[in-house]
């Protein structure tokens, strides 16, 4: 329990909106062991029930406070994938 009030701590004192914060912490807990995981805006959006471009800005702004390293995925004939994003 102390784990989850000290994380809840430090997430309180980012420097961001709160979707932000909402949006790091989903990013936090659907994460593999090495804090990577793979997917959509349009599947963030829903899970929060906020509006993909909320989404996007959010997680700009998490990249540049250096929350998370977003990196973009292609398929082999160039097409868009869902981002990975890195949780620090």
């Not at 004192?13 to 593999?32: F, H, P």
């Not at 959010?58 to 160039?78: A, H, K, M, V």
């Amino acid at each position: 329990m102390a784990d989850k009030i000290s994380e809840f701590n430090a997430v309180g004192k980012m420097n961001t909106t709160i979707s932000g914060k909402m949006l790091y912490m989903l990013l936090n807990e659907l994460a593999d062991k090495n804090g990577v995981i793979n997917i959509s805006h349009i599947r963030l959006s829903r899970i929060l029930g906020i509006n993909k471009s909320t989404v996007s800005k959010n997680l700009r702004r998490l990249e540049q406070s250096g929350d998370i390293y977003i990196r973009s995925r292609y398929t082999r004939d160039g097409g868009r994938m869902a981002n990975e994003y890195i949780v620090r």
